[in-house]
């Protein structure tokens, strides 16, 4: 088994786990990814119309997508690629850049 992005000394570890030790661990990733403020931390620089990249779960590939809608828990995207529309947690989602502000200055005062 292989994992695009993933490095092996940690999918071997992981391979090699219990199945109690797994389970502790996705308990605790779960936890982690509904925190609210990993939650803000995407959506904060995210915006109705935006192309993001996110994870499709089926092989662990980075695609491409424009938001349609955005939930509290999750966001709905239309892929640009397939044009199937996908209902995602926000950890499935690379954090956007910060906008940028066209009539700022690059000095402050």
């Given at each position: 088994?292989?994992?695009?992005?993933?490095?092996?000394?940690?999918?071997?570890?992981?391979?090699?786990?219990?199945?109690?030790?797994?389970?502790?661990?996705?308990?605790?990733?779960?936890?982690?990814?509904?925190?609210?403020?990993?939650?803000?931390?995407v959506r904060k620089d995210m915006h109705l119309g935006q192309?993001?990249?996110?994870?499709?779960?089926?092989?662990?590939?980075?695609?491409?997508?424009?938001?349609?809608?955005?939930?509290?828990?999750?966001?709905?995207?239309?892929?640009?690629?397939?044009?199937?529309?996908?209902?995602?947690?926000?950890?499935?989602?690379?954090?956007?850049?910060?906008?940028?502000?066209?009539?700022?200055?690059?000095?402050?005062?």
């Amino acid at each position: 088994m292989s994992a695009p992005g993933i490095d092996p000394r940690v999918l071997d570890a992981l391979q090699n786990a219990s199945s109690l030790e797994l389970f502790q661990l996705s308990t605790l990733i779960e936890r982690l990814l509904a925190d609210p403020r990993r939650i803000i931390a995407v959506r904060k620089d995210m915006h109705l119309g935006q192309t993001v990249r996110f994870v499709d779960w089926r092989d662990g590939s980075l695609r491409e997508g424009k938001v349609v809608a955005m939930r509290e828990a999750q966001v709905t995207l239309q892929d640009l690629h397939e044009r199937k529309e996908w209902k995602l947690p926000y950890a499935a989602i690379e954090p956007p850049q910060p906008r940028s502000c066209g009539t700022c200055s690059s000095g402050s005062t």
